[in-house]
């Protein structure tokens, strides 16, 4: 079963909601599909109710399961792809279109320590959103993202429903409810070693090389309104590298695509 064959890096939790997401999105359990009970679904895996609660409520507020009341718990309706990407943009070596994108957040909260993202973004005594994602890219490869905005000016990211920034671009969000669009953005590019955590988010090997983009955003003004650091791991799909928003003018430069070398698995 999925379950057993998830990552060992993984929660239980995490590693049965990993198991129902990939049944899903393979296709073996369709949208209006029931699924068993909590308390069946812990005895038959050997997990305490807590747990398998705690994966089916994240995988409700996400929309990949909806709680029938009287009836039982069903999976979702089909996900929509993210619109308007910039950043996560891939397609096939040979050419074609852009893969998919489906984005599900996997952890949010504030960071009062500084880092990278404090050199990018400058100081905030309020600290910094921080919002971690991860990227489906067409079911062809998992990518990481952690984008950091000043606490000061985004702080209310923290209480927006997770289900309004699932499958959606979060910049359109930053215009949207804070009046804040992404005009344009910067990044730098290099090849690292994940560490055990990182890996384990991309579901390879601890040391596996990736690549990593650290992404510098601004809206009005001089003063940058996010950062993002990026993972992709190694694939044979090549990422889209001009940075420009979608459907920019025709006399912009085209776009460039960077193959990802394959690394150490």
């Known amino acids: 079963m999925r379950f057993h064959a998830a990552s060992a890096h993984l929660t239980k939790h995490e590693r049965l909601r990993a198991a129902i997401v990939g049944a899903v999105e393979a296709g073996e359990l369709p949208a209006g599909t029931k699924i068993s009970g909590e308390r069946e679904l812990s005895a038959a895996l050997g997990l305490s109710l807590g747990t398998t609660q705690k994966a089916l409520g994240r995988l409700m507020t996400e929309g990949f399961l909806v709680r029938k009341q009287g009836h039982g718990t069903f999976v979702g309706s089909e996900r929509r792809a993210i619109t308007g990407t910039w950043h996560f943009r891939f397609v096939a070596p040979e050419g074609g279109p852009e893969l998919p994108v489906y984005a599900t957040i996997t952890e ?20 910094y959103v921080m919002v971690q994602r991860s990227l489906d890219i067409g079911g062809k490869l998992t990518c ?11 702080g209310r ?10 499958d959606i671009n979060l910049k359109a969000v930053l215009e949207n409810e804070f009046a804040a669009p992404t ?19 991309l579901g390879l090997p601890a040391n596996t090389t990736a690549l990593q983009v650290n992404i510098v955003s601004r809206s009005f003004g001089p003063a940058p309104i996010s950062f993002q650091r990026m993972l992709v791991p190694p694939t ?30």
């Open 183 to 201: 005009l344009r953005s910067e990044g730098l590019a290099s090849v690292v070693a994940l560490d055990a955590e990182e890996a384990a988010t």
């Open 144 to 154: 990481s993202s952690r984008l950091y905005l000043p606490a000061s000016r985004f």
């Open 157 to 166: 990211l923290l209480r927006m429903a997770e289900r309004r920034l699932a």
């Open 236 to 265: 044979r799909y090549a990422l889209k590298l001009d940075f420009n928003p979608p459907g920019a003018g025709a006399d912009d430069a085209p776009a460039q695509t960077f193959p990802v070398p394959a690394g150490k698995r």
């Open 108 to 127: 949010r909260r504030l960071v009062m320590e500084q880092g990278v993202w404090t050199n990018a973004l400058g100081p905030d005594p309020k600290g």
